[in-house]
């Protein structure tokens, strides 16, 4: 990173949204972490008083190749030339580089003092983040700000033990997509009613998918509210093996596809498809697909040995987050700030169908009408849990999708369906799974 100095005026204005610990290393961390925002403010007008000059500041920001495309918009582009032009007393030169939120926790991690001074990343990245010193506590009225424009959930997704430790941009979880020539308003409110009147792919296989048919019947991970390691994963007991027997008849029904590849999305387009499960990253390739029928609403119910039991995705958030080695951390947070702005997310939405998380956009009538904002919203709130993102959560992911798999090429059936599921439980609950 090369962030340089900036102005004493502008360095002690932006201070006060400035984050509590944030440094060019461990002491000068730990340092500011003692001292309160007024105090920091004192002390770098102080310091930069005595410079007496302006110097300009190069900054390194990361971000998905999506939203630096210019065929959709360049959003990130357009809001640091916006976040620039609004701070006309910073010089400032941007350097753009790529890197998807759910891999922030690789790639950052890899050189952390080399790495982006600002970068998006995925809330379930949050532990491994913080465990490598890659990302810094966010304070003063940028975390008021945080508070005060998301729900608690969303708040709670981008925080541990109390702290904040990024911006919110949008929410994310999947939900359905539909033909509304092939099923009704009732009919996608319980998924073996749909089975009964058209095709519905599902991503199976994908570990981030298959849990919500165990989390609907009772089955944990980490807790009630995914936060007690200690308690592990309890996919166990009849709880679990009726889930993994409804598995079995599932994958074996002449009108489910397991969705791999893009199966799905390839079906909605030749019409072989009439439903899939995704997020809004597919909303405008299924809008195309499904033309005057498209329909999207949130997860469907599942028949569970006659009950109805309502299907739960994982859900989180993608945040922007600030590199505790950057500089200058009070540039770096202003800008963090900004990127998940109202305005921004506003411009994010328009631009990329990314949904906001800020109340107040959520309710202007314009967004609060589209179904695409109430699907991912009513999934987030109603129909999902927070992804746990606990250390042993990494112990889940193999596990769950070798599981999927066995289910797909009929490893799994009614006869040994209890020791597998057994076998699968104790899977995630071992460390260093191979």
């Not at 403010?41 to 190749?65: F, Y």
């Not at 596990?399 to 057994?422: C, I, Q, R, Y």
Request: glycine share 6%; hydrophobic share 40%.
């Amino acid at each position: 990173m090369k962030a340089k100095k900036i102005t004493a005026l502008m360095m002690a204005s932006a201070m006060v949204l400035s984050l509590a610990a944030c440094g060019s290393n461990q002491e000068t961390t730990e340092t500011k972490a003692d001292q309160s925002a007024e105090e920091q403010t004192a002390s770098t007008e102080a310091a930069s008083a005595a410079e007496g000059e302006t110097i300009s500041t190069t900054m390194t920001v990361w971000a998905p190749s999506e939203d630096q495309a210019e065929d959709k918009g360049a959003w990130l582009q357009t809001m640091c030339d916006q976040f620039n032009a609004e701070h006309p007393e910073w010089d400032i030169t941007f350097e753009y580089g790529v890197c998807a939120e759910g891999d922030a926790k690789s790639t950052v991690t890899q050189d952390v003092e080399g790495a982006a001074d600002v970068y998006m990343f995925a809330n379930d990245n949050l532990t491994s983040l913080i465990s490598s010193n890659a990302i810094a506590k966010i304070g003063g009225q940028t975390a008021d700000a945080v508070k005060s424009s998301n729900s608690a959930e969303i708040v709670d997704s981008v925080s541990v033990d109390g702290d904040i430790y990024g911006v919110p941009f949008t929410t994310n979880t999947w939900f359905l997509y539909y033909d509304k020539s092939v099923f009704s308003e009732d009919d996608v409110k319980n998924l073996d009613t749909m089975l009964e009147k058209g095709k519905v792919s599902f991503p199976i296989t994908n570990s981030w998918y298959i849990a919500s048919f165990y989390v609907a019947n009772g089955c944990t991970l980490f807790g009630e509210d995914g936060t007690d390691e200690a308690a592990g994963i309890d996919f166990s007991g009849d709880k679990a093996v009726d889930v993994t027997n409804y598995l079995v008849d599932l994958v074996a029904n002449p009108n489910f596809l397991s969705d791999a590849d893009g199966a799905g999305l390839s079906g909605l387009r030749d019409g072989s498809v009439n439903a899939i499960f995704s997020g809004s990253w597919d909303a405008e390739a299924v809008k195309e697909a499904l033309g005057d029928n498209y329909g999207v609403t949130s997860l469907p119910a599942i028949t569970i040995n006659g009950e109805e039991k309502q299907m739960k995705s994982f859900a989180g958030s993608k945040a922007i987050g600030v590199n505790p080695n950057c500089e200058y951390p009070q540039i770096a947070v202003a800008l963090a700030n900004y990127l998940g702005s109202a305005e921004a997310q506003k411009a994010h939405y328009e631009m990329r169908s990314v949904i906001p998380c800020n109340t107040e956009l959520l309710a202007e009538d314009a967004i609060s009408a589209d179904v695409l904002v109430t699907a991912q919203n009513d999934t987030f709130n109603n129909t999902s849990i927070i992804q746990p993102f606990v250390s042993k959560m990494g112990d889940y992911w193999t596990p769950a999708e070798n599981f999927g798999k066995s289910l797909v090429n009929k490893e799994v059936t009614h006869d040994n369906a209890a020791e597998m599921t057994e076998n699968f439980n104790t899977s995630m609950n071992t460390s260093a799974v191979e």
